[in-house]
Nanobody, 115 residues
Framework: QVHLVESGGGLVQAGGSLRLSCTAS????????MGWFRQTPGAQRESVAQ???????TYADSVKGRFTLSRDNAKNTIYLQMNSLTPEDTAVYYC?????????WGQGTQVTVSS
C-alpha cells in the first residue's frame, strides 16, 4: 500500500511564497504520475500541477508562471513551489500519485493566503 506524506502548508500574505513537499513510500522512479490537486469548500477537487517520471509538467492555467513542480527521485519526493500567492489560492492541497488507473491521495495540507 502506497502512502504519501505532505508538508509545507500554512498561512501567508498575498504576494508571498510557500513550498509544499510530498514524499511517497515507494520509489517514484517508475511509471507514475504525481502532482497536486486542491479543493475549497463546496467545490470539486481540481488539478494544480502534475509531473511525469521524466519530468514533464502540466499546470492549471490559474497557476502558470507562479507555481513550479519538481521531483527528486532519489528522495521519492515532489515539491510545489508557489510564488505570488493570492487569496484565490487558498485551499486544501492534496498530493496525488497515479499508477495506471489507481490513485493514492495524501492527507491534505491547508494553504491560506490573506489579503
Amino acid at each position: 500500500q502506497v502512502h504519501l506524506v505532505e508538508s509545507g502548508g500554512g498561512l501567508v500574505q498575498a504576494g508571498g511564497s510557500l513550498r509544499l513537499s510530498c514524499t511517497a513510500s515507494i520509489s517514484i522512479d517508475s511509471p507514475v504520475l504525481m502532482g497536486w490537486f486542491r479543493q475549497t469548500p463546496g467545490a470539486q477537487r481540481e488539478s494544480v500541477a502534475q509531473i511525469t517520471r521524466t519530468g514533464t509538467t502540466t499546470y492549471a492555467d490559474s497557476v502558470k508562471g507562479r507555481f513550479t513542480l519538481s521531483r527528486d527521485n532519489a528522495k521519492n519526493t515532489i515539491y510545489l513551489q508557489m510564488n505570488s500567492l493570492t487569496p484565490e489560492d487558498t485551499a486544501v492541497y492534496y498530493c496525488n500519485l497515479f499508477q495506471g488507473a489507481h490513485v493514492t491521495w495524501g492527507q491534505g495540507t491547508q494553504v491560506t493566503v490573506s489579503s
